[in-house]
Nanobody, 120 residues
Framework: EVQLVESGGGLVQAGGSLRLSCVAS????????IGWFRQVPGKEREGISC????????AYVDSVKGRFTTSSDNAKNTVYLQMNSLKPEDTAVYYC?????????????WGQGTQVTVSS
């Protein structure tokens, strides 16, 4: 059974930090690209980062560059999203996804999400 399980969300004040984790199972982790997305009710899901477990390439959306860092621990089948200098507009449900293609979209699998709330 394929699973992507996110954790690490919570409530934090603006300027604070959180580290999200995404633990994967049920597929060959090293062969996939892992993406982080976020979604606010009533808005489209936004892709914020993508890391390739094949070659280590990483990409970020402009709004999080310099603040968020994604990394992968292939031995633990886990991808992290370190979020620093958080802003209220970062409030969203954060999801991780796995793609067998050449980019993080479209994706094959996704997790249940973890809520991040940034207070002003």
């Amino acid at each position: 059974e394929v699973q992507l399980v996110e954790s690490g969300g919570g409530l934090v004040q603006a300027g604070g930090s959180l580290r999200l984790s995404c633990v994967a199972s049920g597929f060959t982790f090293d062969d996939y690209l892992i993406g982080w997305f976020r979604q606010v009710p009533g808005k489209e899901r936004e892709g914020i980062s993508c890391i390739s477990n094949r070659d280590g390439r990483i990409a970020y959306v402009d709004s999080v560059k310099g603040r968020f860092t994604t990394s992968s621990d292939n031995a633990k089948n886990t991808v992290y999203l370190q979020m620093n200098s958080l802003k209220p507009e970062d409030t969203a449900v954060y999801y991780c996804s796995a793609s067998s293609g050449s980019s993080c979209v479209p994706y094959d699998y996704w997790g249940q999400g973890t809520q991040v709330t940034v207070s002003s």
